[in-house]
């Protein structure tokens, strides 16, 4: 019999030892409401507020609060990255590879990278979503492309047939510094 204690099971690549924690890194907080500093995007009649950027997460993921008000959501697009949305207050219904889906208050939906979708609110109230996106980078490409509003819930500014076609535009050039594809609806 051996009396000498068992040896440590040793960390192999699937379960690699946890680094040190890098006292760079600072604790994020977000407060949508309060915090004035944050910067709330107009974008497709909807409003974006960033509350974590890559800046925040070391690179992992972007966390953006989204104000869809009624017959808001973005067109069809995909992109090569994950994204997922939990509904928070009201609905949303999710076109997923061309198959129908209505998300609700307290649910959560994770669209696979390079899955093409598109979201709307189709009901008669504004839905509130916290979209993840890992990797980090899809809050750079808002702030390309977004009208910045004062408040978490402001609607962004109307924009005429011109106006549109430019920032229809100016999305569509940029898309693809960003790993996204705007698709045709």
Known sequence: MNDSPAAAPQPT?????????????????????EDLALPHLGIVGDTYTIL??????????????????????PPPHRHDFE???TVLDGEIELTF???H?????GQTVNVPANAPHAFTNASGRPARLLCLCSPAGQED???????????????????DEAAMA???AKSAALAPQYRTQLLRP
Do not use: N, S
């Not at 104000?67 to 808001?72: D, I, S």
């Open 13 to 33: 690549a699937q379960h690699a030892a946890i680094p040190p924690d890098d006292p760079r890194r600072r604790l994020a907080v977000a407060r949508p409401d």
């Open 52 to 73: 974590l950027t890559g800046e925040d997460t070391a690179g992992r993921y972007t966390l953006i609060d989204m104000h869809v008000p009624p017959g808001g959501g």
């Open 83 to 85: 994204e997922m949305f």
């Open 97 to 99: 590879r061309g198959e």
């Open 101 to 105: 889906l209505v998300a609700r208050a």
């Open 141 to 159: 490409f808002f702030l390309a492309i977004g009208a910045p509003v004062t408040t978490r819930t402001e609607p962004p500014p109307d924009l």
């Open 166 to 168: 430019a920032f229809i």
